[in-house]
């Protein structure tokens, strides 16, 4: 069965700074992989997704996310942080016949005026 | 356009008192799935439907959890006899078709408190 790793709880950065949110999974296959945000008292929202092709995906927001076969990861980046990125970000993987997503637990982001 | 609606947004309720917990899709989405979120902790899959096809129950921990949807329409998740654990907020997503590729959109949850 796949699993996800969101190895940092919380993660404080200043607005304008770069931020790196860290995702690894475990799946013997090629996963499909997802950065979802959700923001108090909102739904998740769909940020990018990798399924093939080019390993750096473009998101909504300013985000990107790498895929990194060899290391099993899948970070997410965006090159200055705004203070409306202030959520919580959780990484999912999608895998195999299996149609519900795996979901790590999830990195909360501040930022800092 | 309408996203996916859920109801009520909070619940509390009394230890062993059942709860229905509403949900509805995007118009035209004919996968629903329901998941469950601890406190401090990711999604967990609960169950979920595509069109008229038997669900997934794979993930429902008990038989307490049980889940309806008509056709494509509205689904409802019922928890029976509820228990302290069962307090998370519970989040409906439907996407237009069950393959993991499409994209899954979530509504913005039920919190369940059980006292």
């Known amino acids: 069965a796949q699993s996800v790793t969101q190895p940092d709880i919380h993660i404080t950065v200043s607005e304008g700074a770069s931020l790196e949110l860290r995702c690894n999974y475990s799946?013997?296959?090629?996963?499909?992989l997802f950065w979802y945000v959700q923001s108090p008292g909102q739904g998740l929202q769909l940020l990018l997704k990798?399924?093939?092709?080019?390993?750096l995906v473009q998101g909504i927001k300013g985000f990107e996310a790498e895929f990194n076969r060899s290391q099993s990861s899948f970070n997410l980046r965006k090159p200055s942080v705004h203070w409306s990125d202030a959520a919580e970000y959780f990484c999912?993987?999608?895998?195999?016949?299996?149609?519900?997503?795996?979901f790590g637990s999830g990195t909360q982001l501040t930022v800092l005026p | 356009g309408a996203g996916v609606s859920q109801s009520p947004s909070n619940k509390v309720t009394e230890k062993g008192k059942d709860v229905e917990l509403r949900c509805d899709p995007i118009?035209?989405?004919?996968?629903l799935y329901w998941y469950r979120q601890r406190l401090g902790q990711g999604l967990e899959f609960l169950i979920y439907f595509q069109g008229n096809s038997a669900p997934d129950k794979s993930g429902l921990p008990s038989d307490r959890f049980s889940a309806e949807r008509t056709g494509e329409s509205v689904s409802t998740l019922t928890i029976q006899r509820t228990q302290q654990e069962d307090s998370a907020v519970y989040l409906c997503?439907?996407?237009?078709?069950?393959?993991?590729?499409?994209?899954?959109?979530f509504g913005p949850g039920t919190r369940l408190t059980v006292l």
């Open positions: 799946y013997g296959a090629t996963p499909y």
């Open positions: 118009s035209g989405h004919t996968a």
């Open positions: 990798y399924f093939s092709g080019d390993t």
């Open positions: 999912a993987v999608g895998a195999g016949s299996a149609r519900q997503l795996t």
């Open positions: 997503a439907s996407s237009s078709a069950a393959i993991t590729t499409d994209t899954q959109y």
